[in-house]
């Protein structure tokens, strides 16, 4: 008989342990009146990592050719690589502190 005790007790704290488990979304979190928006953070972080994957552009991607990839690789190797454009990131102005 010791051990239908011991079975009972490990349900009843298994059963509580899962009962950790339950988010607002389900019908233990209505009856519990728990907030149906919990675990929005995780779903938007996981939601931001997600990359489309037919993305659209605004400008055409430029067609690239064997030869202009094997003059960018030899510009690199011989330390001559086009500076870039200056890119701008924000519409306010700002000033060289000097």
Known sequence: MPTDRLHL?????AAGALGGCATGQDQLGKALGADPSWGEA????????II????QYDTAIPKGTGTTAAAAIE???TDKVKKP??????RFPTTAAN
């Open 42 to 49: 995780n779903r938007q972080t996981m939601a931001a990592q």
């Open 9 to 13: 007790i490990l349900i009843a704290a």
């Open 85 to 90: 454009d200056r890119s701008i990131t924000s």
């Open 52 to 55: 489309d994957p037919a993305p």
């Open 75 to 77: 510009r690199y190797r």
